[in-house]
């Protein structure tokens, strides 16, 4: 008997990506391409051109990798906020294309929901708080009540941007996260920074202005080169234990409150090694268990995006062409859930 398929879009911000899956979760193919620099971050006009070059490609090679024609696909489900607009645009715009031109089911979805439910069926999480922790967006999230509750977020900027701005200033590029995690074991001495957690929400900016200060003390001190590349892994060091012990205290406070028993990993700096050390001793200490995604469906991907269309849309959920806009600031909280 042939299987429900889903053919999912991927489009936020720095990622365009296609993927194939069946309604059992079997991933059947999955293509992406990211957007990176040397120097500066995400141009929403770059990010345009970079998208609607790769989009096209990718949809045939994910089609020829999973074996299947355009025709086999049951469902075209794209991430429809939040997001960069000129990045979503483009996902939508093709989603809608194929739509009309093939006659296929059209659904939009929401970005933040997919890294939870990719992760809760990956890894058999049954009602756990999220941790999300991506570029945009730094929220602590459970379900309660039909939806899923933002208990805490960021007050300004994302845990991601916060990383990829202070990386971009020591010259690591765009994305600078992992060359970040990885400096971060090398660090040997703390240094202190500031620390902002107000109730269940965090801040960043404070963290990030004092770290850029420092490491421009540091690149005046009169020190050898070896010695100033210690103290910048120092600096690298401390700014990330801050910044992943603010995440860690607030999903502890999340996990008090609630009462639940099971930590979910979700967004890019899910990937984190530091991060992940630093919350899998908190679980342990608190008798919770940590689930961590496989690294490509925490970072963006399609995988997810397709996943929640296929949940979406055996329980009722549809999206017209006329209301596929695309929504850049929706927020996890708008969307009600009746598939759990």
Not at 31 to 44: A, D, H, N, R, Y
Not at 115 to 125: M, P, Q, T, V, Y
Not at 199 to 205: V, Y
Not at 305 to 314: D, P, Q, S, T, Y
Request: hydrophobic residues 40%; proline residues 3%; glycine residues 8%.
């Amino acid at each position: 008997m042939k299987k429900f398929l889903c053919l999912g879009i991927e489009s936020t911000a720095h990622t365009i990506a296609v993927a194939i899956i069946d309604e059992d979760c079997n991933i059947l193919s999955h293509e992406k391409k990211m957007f990176t620099t040397e120097k500066g971050g995400l141009i929403p006009r770059e990010l345009s051109e970079h998208h609607s070059k790769n989009i096209h490609p990718l949809i045939k090679s994910a089609l020829e990798k999973s074996k299947k024609k355009i025709n086999d696909i049951d469902l075209i489900a794209f991430s429809q906020g939040p997001g960069i607009g000129n990045s979503l645009r483009i996902g939508a715009i093709t989603a809608r294309q194929l739509s009309l031109l093939y006659n296929i089911p059209l659904i939009g979805v929401n970005h933040c929901i997919a890294h939870i439910e990719i992760g809760r069926i990956l890894c058999k999480a049954s009602d756990p708080v999220l941790l999300y922790a991506s570029g945009a967006n730094t929220q602590i999230i459970c379900f309660e009540n039909n939806y899923y509750r933002i208990f805490g977020e960021t007050l300004d900027t994302g845990i991601g941007n916060f990383l990829d701005t202070f990386g971009r200033k020591l010259g690591l590029g765009f994305p600078a996260g992992p060359e970040l995690d990885k400096r971060y074991f090398l660090g040997k001495k703390f240094i202190n920074l500031p620390y902002t957690v107000k109730g269940m929400d965090l801040a960043f900016s404070g963290l990030l202005t004092a770290s850029i200060t420092k490491y421009e003390e540091i690149l005046k001190q009169n020190i050898s080169q070896s010695e100033k590349e210690q103290e910048i892994n120092n600096l690298i060091y401390s700014s990330l234990h801050n910044a992943f012990a603010m995440l860690t205290e607030v999903t502890e406070r999340a996990l008090a409150h609630t009462k639940k028993k099971e930590v979910l990993l979700g967004g890019g700096v899910g990937c984190s090694k530091a991060l992940q050390e630093m919350v899998l001793k908190m679980c342990e200490d608190r008798g919770a268990k940590l689930y961590v995604p496989p690294n490509n469906v925490m970072v963006d991907n399609a995988i997810m995006i397709a996943w929640l269309g296929i949940l979406m849309k055996k329980n009722g959920y549809k999206t017209s062409i006329n209301n596929s806009i695309i929504k850049p600031k929706q927020r996890t909280d708008e969307i009600k859930i009746n598939w759990k």
